[in-house]
């Protein structure tokens, strides 16, 4: 297992997973808590209505649920089609 731990291939998966794990993680909270500070200090914004019983607040909250899971569908693709393919060739590499 140390083997695996020091090759060059290994630290550059983790720096590229850690990357894409921070813009993912980054993007997310900044959709979120732009949406609270929104809601915090500029209330009316959200509070317009689109018609009788719905505020734009409704449309925005339920696009940053979607999203979020889009975002997690962004990773999982990511980890299927390369992560999980470049973490097969270190462990046959070392095997060897």
């Given at each position: 297992?140390k083997?695996i731990?020091?090759?060059?291939?290994?630290?550059?998966?983790?720096?590229?997973?850690?990357?894409?794990?921070?813009?993912?993680?980054?993007?997310?909270?900044?959709?979120?808590?732009?949406?609270?500070?929104?809601?915090?200090?500029?209330?009316?914004?959200?509070?317009?209505?689109?018609?009788?019983?719905?505020?734009?607040?409704?449309?925005?909250?339920?696009?940053?649920?979607?999203?979020?899971?889009?975002?997690?569908?962004?990773?999982?693709?990511?980890?299927?089609?390369?992560?999980?393919?470049?973490v097969?060739?270190?462990k046959?590499?070392?095997?060897?």
């Amino acid at each position: 297992m140390k083997d695996i731990l020091e090759t060059k291939e290994f630290r550059e998966l983790v720096s590229k997973k850690n990357r894409i794990s921070i813009l993912l993680t980054a993007l997310e909270l900044i959709m979120y808590f732009g949406y609270v500070l929104v809601l915090a200090f500029k209330k009316e914004l959200l509070s317009q209505k689109i018609t009788e019983g719905l505020t734009v607040g409704i449309p925005v909250g339920i696009a940053i649920i979607v999203l979020s899971w889009l975002l997690t569908g962004v990773y999982v693709f990511w980890a299927n089609t390369y992560y999980d393919k470049v973490v097969e060739q270190i462990k046959n590499k070392v095997r060897r």
